[in-house]
């Protein structure tokens, strides 16, 4: 479910000239719709934003519990964090390290390899690439 959807499944409950759910990913989204689920019930719920600011998580709403809205709000900057997560990634580290049976063909095209002046990203090079069985290639970045 996308945020729009989301704001279109609780329309009722959304207070007049407001936004609603302005944030999250597929997984926040379906969570927080099953939370609706019990906040609807309950008597003079309403809700008008949902959003991250300045790095917090904010639910306006009435109707709930501060307990309730904790909730909402904690589970706001898990997902920001998980938005915001920054993930750096480091270069490859190649050693030339030819086999006997090396083709000229192979030779060609490890060359823009041997004789580049900067490092090799791992977007760069397809390892599985025949002529990369005579390079040693270390990869220092986790698997995600």
Not at 57 to 62: A, I, L
Request: glycine share 4%; charged share 35%; hydrophobic share 35%.
């Amino acid at each position: 479910m996308t945020t729009k959807e989301f704001n279109e499944k609780y329309s009722a409950y959304l207070e007049e000239r407001h936004y609603g759910l302005d944030f999250g990913g597929p997984e926040f989204v379906s969570w927080l719709d099953e939370k609706f689920q019990s906040f609807i019930q309950k008597p003079g719920f309403e809700f008008s934003q949902i959003k991250e600011k300045f790095g917090m998580g904010r639910f306006y709403c009435k109707g709930l519990t501060a307990e309730e809205i904790a909730e909402v709000e904690k589970e706001i900057e898990k997902e920001s964090r998980k938005i915001r997560e920054i993930r750096i990634v480091q270069p490859l580290q190649m050693t030339w390290d030819p086999i006997e049976d090396i083709t000229a063909y192979e030779l060609a095209r490890c060359l823009p390899f041997l004789l580049r002046s900067r490092l090799v990203m791992p977007s760069e090079v397809d390892k599985n690439a025949p002529e990369m069985r005579h390079f040693k290639i270390v990869d220092p970045n986790p698997q995600w």
